[in-house]
């Protein structure tokens, strides 16, 4: 899959939009002049929001819960005849996700300063995880129209849509990690030993960026335009978006959602630790909009 960097996703993102002012700026030259006084274009503002979340394959025994979120966007359409018009715009949008987890944990083998073996338990326990990113995207999208009559006009609509991240991370809402020791060989437990590094730690307020690939989704939306005049109208329309490549960038073989190193014990967060497969994002809402067509 294509991987664009902060700064390959800036230069892009420039370029794309020096285009898209540019092409309307060509298109209402081409309106203005033309000998066909027929609408051929329209811009609108729309502004909504629905369910917008990560989702994921969930290990067992743990829950997501999918947050509302805002969504706006300006596009343009060009009417290809009656029934079609193909169009593009630049949308803004948020997206959040609650990872909730009971209990979870690693042991890993050691000895002690007399060579004596033994396990050392890390548990995470009440894990509440956010996971939230925004997104500046760029759709691609045809419209079939039905016009009802001369003021209102339905069209369903499909395409896809490419996202550039500008801001990503995780916060822990509640949780704690646990560490103890077990001797086998005595049937022996060490905790709440906190100068041997034995204790329970609250984690909630945790908070990291996260890094994510650039994702690619597919659209669709059902919508409504009632014209106000010759030239403005008001819009609504349902709209659904599903992303189509994992998006995890922070994953790694090694990872886990608790690490030990050098004696310290880290959180890693969800996204990062690998119980989480098969990241990618999805959206379903309302938007309102008005705009004008010429």
Known sequence: MLYLTKVQQLQYISKVMRYFILFIAVVVANNLFAQDITSKSYVSINAGGGLHG???????G??????????TNASYHYSINKSWSIGTGINFSKYSTTFKLGSYGYSYDAVDIDNDPYK????????????????????????????????????????????????????????SITTTDYYEQYDWTIKDY????????????????LSLKTPFSVL?????????????????????????????????MESKLIKLENNHIY?????ASGLADNIKLFSLGLKLGVGFSF
Request: hydrophobic share 35%.
């Open 54 to 60: 990560l989702t994921y394959d969930l290990p067992e």
């Open 62 to 71: 743990s829950s997501r819960d999918i947050k509302f979120n805002f969504s």
């Open 120 to 175: 050392m338990n890390i548990a995470v326990n009440g894990l509440k995880e956010k996971q939230s990113a925004t997104f500046l995207e760029i759709p691609i999208t045809a419209r079939y129209h039905f016009p009802l009559n001369s003021k209102l006009d339905l069209w369903v609509g499909a395409g896809f849509s490419i996202g550039f991240l500008t801001s990503a991370k995780y916060e822990v809402e509640s949780g």
């Open 194 to 209: 906190p100068s041997k590094g034995f204790y329970a730690t609250n984690i909630s307020g945790e908070s990291t960026d």
């Open 220 to 252: 669709g939306e059902v919508g409504i335009r009632f014209s106000l005049t010759q030239n403005r109208f008001l819009s609504a329309n349902l709209y659904g978006s599903y992303c189509l490549n994992d998006i995890n960038d922070e994953k790694s």
């Open 267 to 271: 959180y890693n967060g969800l996204i």
